[in-house]
């Protein structure tokens, strides 16, 4: 007795891998692909660079080329201070030592971000609440503004972008980019 057939399952169609997944493209978009040749092979690749925050700012002119420098030094700093990372442990064991120590290049770092939260206001004031996430840990300005709110409510979309302008100009000030405005 012979049963019934099941109809063929389509197979999905092979995402192109030259370009990015549309899951990677709503999170936001990419440049033009640079092509150049790999150095260690020398075979030809295109890269991409994904659009980050500060960077758009500074294309569309919301913010000034100071200020986008001092959004990256934020970041270097951020970055160093191992703020960002996740800690792990290590392959090989040496009896006597601890694994939770900090090197004086992440102390320093550390000291230089504490520093600049300072002059925003404090970690838990919305410049430095929008510092430590847009630009320390690279969230969208949406995704701070919906996930940071004061007295109950959300911060809008303009007003968090109005709130990370401030930041970077404070942020520039403080780093010496820009003189400090002086007192009539």
């Not at 520093?115 to 430590?132: E, I, K, R, V």
């Not at 847009?134 to 701070?144: A, C, D, H, P, Y």
């Amino acid at each position: 007795m012979a049963g019934k057939r099941k109809p063929k399952v389509a197979k999905p169609k092979d995402d192109d891998l030259a370009k990015p997944s549309k899951w990677r493209l709503q999170h936001g978009g990419f440049s033009e692909p640079i092509r150049e040749a790999d150095p260690e092979t020398g075979s030809p690749v295109a890269h991409r660079r994904a659009v980050d925050t500060l960077g758009l700012m500074l294309a569309h002119g919301s913010i000034t080329p100071q200020m986008h420098e001092a959004g990256e030094i934020f970041r270097g700093l951020f970055r160093a201070a191992c703020f960002d990372s996740m800690s792990t442990s290590q392959i090989m064991r040496i009896p006597g030592t601890r694994v939770d120590t900090l090197s004086t290049m992440q102390v320093e770092a550390r000291r230089r971000v504490a520093a600049a939260l300072d002059a925003l206001g404090g970690q838990d004031s919305p410049c430095g609440s929008c510092a430590w996430f847009v630009v320390g840990l690279e969230f969208s300005v949406r995704e701070w503004s919906m996930r940071q709110g004061w007295a109950g409510r959300t911060v809008h979309g303009p007003v968090g972008q109005g709130i990370l302008v401030g930041s970077l100009g404070i942020l520039a000030v403080h780093f010496g980019l820009m003189p400090r405005a002086r007192a009539a």
